[in-house]
Nanobody
Framework: QVQLVEYGGGLVQAGGSLRLSCAAS????????MGWFRQAPGKEREFVAR????????YYADSVKGRFTISRENAKNTVDLQMNSLKPEDTAVYYC????????????????WGQGTQVIVSS
């Protein structure tokens, strides 16, 4: 089993920045990639960003490309999501997830999930 815990959500004004962190514990050697997803009220959960554990290759949703940056620190088993130029439409619960599929963007391919952290962007 892999346990994931997110940190760093909160309230920020539009145009501001937040940094989310996710700490993995347990059988973290089984992780091939980690991703961030988000779910806004009344909407389906959507992919935000993904990073492969070994090579650090990244992939972003078009809606966040150029504003968000995903990074990982293998020695600490952590993955961060730096969010800049935040918009009200970025308001959502953000989830960290882990998968054994290194190129996965579909949430169905992610096995382990954190509890989520709320991000609210005020206009």
């Amino acid at each position: 089993q892999v346990q994931l815990v997110e940190y760093g959500g909160g309230l920020v004004q539009a145009g501001g920045s937040l940094r989310l962190s996710c700490a993995a514990s347990g059988r973290s050697f089984s992780i091939y990639a980690m991703g961030w997803f988000r779910q806004a009220p009344g909407k389906e959960r959507e992919f935000v960003a993904r990073i492969s554990w070994s090579f650090g290759s990244t992939y972003y949703a078009d809606s966040v490309k150029g504003r968000f940056t995903i990074s990982r620190e293998n020695a600490k088993n952590t993955v961060d999501l730096q969010m800049n130029s935040l918009k009200p439409e970025d308001t959502a619960v953000y989830y960290c997830a882990a998968t054994r599929h290194s190129m996965a963007v579909a949430d169905a391919l992610y096995t382990y999930w954190g509890q989520g952290t709320q991000v609210i962007v005020s206009s």
